[in-house]
């Protein structure tokens, strides 16, 4: 598999021009009070999180690009996420945009998303029945509130 089969695409869409994608994941952990005999601590993880980061090229069109994800940016809403070929999707936020332009070179821009909820497997399938305050969805006959 190489970097060219995972596209990132936000809210169905993919990621216009994208450069490159990366995706971290991190537990949490709560320090017990036990140590071992030899004192060394142990600790319990508590909650995990993820950040998807992208970079991409500037683009005009109407395609998922600078000006697209800079108004959704702004309006704070929870998107969803898909990485094709690694086969991972769930929710999140962009939560940060940055854009390059130097004087000799094209327009370039940087971006994260802040996942939220739990990574799953790209062929469940979401139907999204009502978006207000809460997102109720049905996940094939379970129902995920993501508020």
Known sequence: MNGN????YWNDEPIACLTSNSMSEVL???????????GALKFIPVANSYTINFEAVMITDDLMSWDSLSTLTRGMELGSWELSGI???G???LSNLEMVA???????????IL????IVPTDQI???WYQDIDTYVNNVMKYVFVN
């Open 5 to 8: 089969e995972a596209i990132l």
């Open 28 to 38: 949490s952990f709560l320090t017990t009070c036990k140590t071992t005999q030899a």
């Open 87 to 89: 086969q991972d999707s």
């Open 91 to 93: 929710f999140g936020h």
């Open 102 to 112: 130097s004087s000799d070179g094209i327009i370039t821009f940087t971006g994260s």
């Open 115 to 118: 996942g939220y909820g739990e």
């Open 126 to 128: 979401f139907n999204v």
